[in-house]
C-alpha cells in the first residue's frame, strides 16, 4: 500500500483508531469496551490513555516481523539462509518490488507511522479533565518513538521515503515526494527527543509486568545508536553514558545480575527484564497478528523431531558462514545456534508420539533447510497450553522480539568513545565492552579496534536484525568483500553471491510506485515547523 494512500486508508476517526489498537484483549493489550464509548467521552481516565498505544507493541509490527524483518535483516546480511520462496530472495541479492514480503513490511513500516501520528497530533484534544498530564504526555512520547522506529527503519531500508508527521495534511493530495536522507535523520532525532521530554523516567526492577513499555532511557538508548549511524560519536558516547549512569538497565548474567545468564535473554519468564530496553510484545489473543512466529520458522522439524506446536518449521537455517563465529568457549554459541547432539533440558520437543527434552538430532536429520545446524535464539519448544508461554492457534508465541538491548548500548558506547579511531585502550570503553565479553564468558581485553566490536556486535545480536544495518554502515567495498566471502549455500553445497552496490537499498514496492509516481523522483528537501 503506497504510504500516503495507506495513511489517507488508515486515519480514520480517533475513534477507529482507538478501536482498532483496543481490538486485542487479554493484560497488556486490555481495553475497556469500546462499543459502549463515546467518542467525545473515550479518554476519560488514565488507564484509558495509558492504554492507547498497546497495540503498537505488537499488531502494526506484526507484518514487518513475522517473515520481512529476518528475510532482509538476517538473510540478506548472511546470518542465516532459507531456500523458502517467500522469505530467500536476499540470500542470492534478487529481491524485487514485487516481492510479498517486501511489500508486507512496507505497509507494516507505514502503519506504524500512521498510527503514532493519529496519537501525537489529536491524542491531546480528546481526553477528559480529569486525565493526569503526566499520563498523556507519556503516551504521546510512546508514540513519537514509535515513529521515530518506524522511520529509522524505513531510511535504513529504502534510503529516502516520504516524511508524514499529519496523515490528514495529504487526505485530499495523496501524491507526495520522498525527501533527502539528511531530513529523515532529522526527524527521527527529534522525535526521539520529543519522547525523551515525555516519557516517563524510571529503573528497570525485576518486577518485569512494568517494563513493558518504552521510557526515557529507552528513547535516549535509540537516539544514541541513530547518532553512532551519523558518525556523531560525541553525541553518541554522551547519550550511552547518560543512560549508562542512570542505571535503568543492566546486562541479564552480568556482574550486577549475576543470577542468570545470556540464555535466560530468550525465555518466556524474562519478558521485559532488566536488559530489555524496547521489545515488542506479543500477545496470544486468538487472533492472527498478535504473537510470533519465530518458535516455528527457527527451530527444528523433521518429521520424527519438531520444536513447534505446528506441523512445520525450520523455515529459516543459520548459514554455513555463521557456524563458525564463534570460539567453543563462547557461552552464546549453544545459545544462538543447535548443533548436532546438544541438549537443551529446558527445551521440551516433540519425538515421535512423545514429549521430552531436546536433543538435537544428527546434522542430516535436522530438517529445515539442511544447513545441518538450526537457530536456538528465540526458539523455545513445545508448549502444552499453560496460561504463561502457550501457543495460539497458529503456533504462534508470546515470548518478545527485541529491538535494543542493553549489551548493544555498551558496544555502542565503546565504538563512539573509539570514533572511528584505529584502536583505544580508554578505560570506560573497555568497561562496556568487557562486560558483554565476559557476560560471555570471554577473558576481558586491553585494546579493541573497530573490527573487534564490530565482530562482537555480530556474535551478541545474531538472529536479533541488526548484523544487515550493520554492514550498510560500514564503507561499500568493505561490505561487499565481507559478504561476496560468505558460504551462503547449504551444508552440502556452497554457494556465493557478490552484492552490487545498489542492493544495499531495497526496491520500493511494485504498486507503490503505480499508486505514487513521485516516489521514483529524485528526494526533496523537507521543512521542518
Not at 467525545?40 to 524483518?69: I, L
Not at 525485576?206 to 529507552?218: F, I, L, R
Not at 560471555?440 to 544487515?468: C, H, M, Q
Amino acid at each position: 500500500m503506497n504510504p500516503l494512500y495507506s495513511i489517507k486508508k488508515q486515519f480514520l476517526p480517533i475513534l477507529a483508531i482507538a478501536l482498532f489498537l483496543g481490538a486485542c484483549s487479554n493484560d497488556f493489550t486490555n481495553r475497556p469496551s469500546e462499543d459502549t464509548i463515546l467518542l467525545d467521552s473515550y479518554y476519560a481516565t488514565d488507564q484509558q490513555v495509558s492504554t492507547a498505544t498497546n497495540a503498537m507493541y505488537n499488531r502494526t509490527w506484526f507484518q514487518f516481523h513475522n517473515k520481512f524483518f529476518f528475510a532482509i535483516a538476517e538473510i540478506g546480511s548472511g546470518n542465516m539462509m532459507s531456500y523458502s520462496s517467500d522469505v530467500n530472495a536476499m540470500r542470492n541479492f534478487s529481491i524485487t518490488g514485487s516481492d510479498a514480503e517486501l511489500l508486507a513490511g512496507w505497509q507494516s513500516l507505514w502503519a506504524n507511522v500512521a498510527q503514532a501520528n493519529s496519537i501525537i497530533n489529536y491524542l491531546e484534544q480528546r481526553v477528559g479533565p480529569n486525565v493526569s498530564e503526566d499520563v498523556l504526555q507519556n503516551t504521546i512520547g510512546e508514540a513519537y518513538f514509535m515513529r521515530a522506529t518506524a522511520y529509522f527503519y524505513l531510511v535504513r531500508l529504502w534510503g529516502p521515503v516520504p516524511i508524514i508527521e499529519n496523515n490528514v495534511n495529504f487526505a485530499s493530495a495523496p501524491l507526495i515526494n520522498t525527501n533527502r536522507v539528511e531530513d529523515i535523520y532529522q526527524l527521527i532525532e527529534r522525535d526521539y527527543q520529543q519522547a525523551i521530554d515525555r516519557l516517563y523516567d524510571r529503573v528497570r526492577t525485576g518486577n518485569y509486568t512494568d517494563n513493558a513499555k518504552v521510557t526515557k532511557g529507552s528513547a535516549k538508548s535509540m537516539l544514541a545508536k541513530v547518532y553512532l549511524y551519523q558518525q556523531k560519536y560525541s553525541d553518541a558516547r554522551a547519550m550511552a553514558e547518560d543512560v549508562i549512569s542512570s542505571g535503568e538497565f543492566k546486562l541479564l548474567g552480568g556482574s550486577q545480575l549475576p543470577g542468570k545468564s545470556f540464555a535466560d535473554l530468550f525465555t518466556y519468564p524474562n519478558n521485559n527484564n532488566e536488559e530489555s530496553i524496547f521489545a515488542l510484545q506479543w500477545k496470544n489473543v486468538g487472533v492472527y497478528g498478535n504473537a510470533s512466529n519465530c518458535n516455528t520458522q527457527f527451530g527444528i522439524s523433521n518429521g520424527t523431531v519438531s520444536t513447534s506446536n505446528a506441523s512445520y518449521g525450520g523455515v529459516f537455517g543459520p548459514s554455513q558462514d555463521i557456524l563458525t563465529l564463534y570460539t567453543t568457549d563462547d557461552l552464546r554459541r549453544r545459545e544462538t545456534i543447535m548443533f548436532p547432539g546438544a541438549t537443551y533440558p529446558n527445551v521440551l520437543a516433540k519425538i515421535g508420539s512423545a514429549f521430552g527434552p531436546l536433543v538435537v538430532p544428527p546434522a542430516d536429520q535436522i530438517g529445515g533447510q539442511n544447513a545441518g545446524a538450526a537457530i536456538k535464539k528465540y526458539c523455545i519448544g513445545i508448549v502444552n497450553g499453560a496460561a504463561t508461554g502457550s501457543a495460539d492457534p497458529w503456533a504462534m508465541m508470546e515470548n518478545n522480539t527485541y529491538i535494543m538491548r542493553y549489551a548493544e548500548l555498551l558496544l555502542i558506547h565503546a565504538e563512539a568513545i573509539l570514533a572511528g579511531g584505529g584502536s583505544t585502550s580508554d578505560a570506560s570503553a573497555l568497561s562496556s565492552f568487557n562486560a558483554v565479553r565476559t557476560r560471555a564468558g570471554l577473558s576481558p581485553v586491553t585494546s579493541i579496534t573497530f573490527n573487534d566490536i564490530f565482530t562482537e556486535r555480530r556474535k551478541e545480536l545474531a538472529f536479533e536484525g541488526d548484523y544487515w544495518f550493520d554492514l550498510g554502515r560500514i564503507p561499500r567495498a568493505q561490505a561487499i568483500a565481507i559478504m561476496a566471502a560468505q558460504n551462503r549455500g547449504d551444508r552440502l553445497t556452497a554457494q556465493s553471491f557478490t552484492p552490487e552496490e545498489s542492493d544495499f537499498i531495497l526496491p520500493y514496492p511494485t504498486n507503490e510506485l503505480a499508486k505514487n509516481p513521485k516516489l521514483a523522483e529524485p528526494p526533496v528537501p523537507y521543512t521542518f515547523n
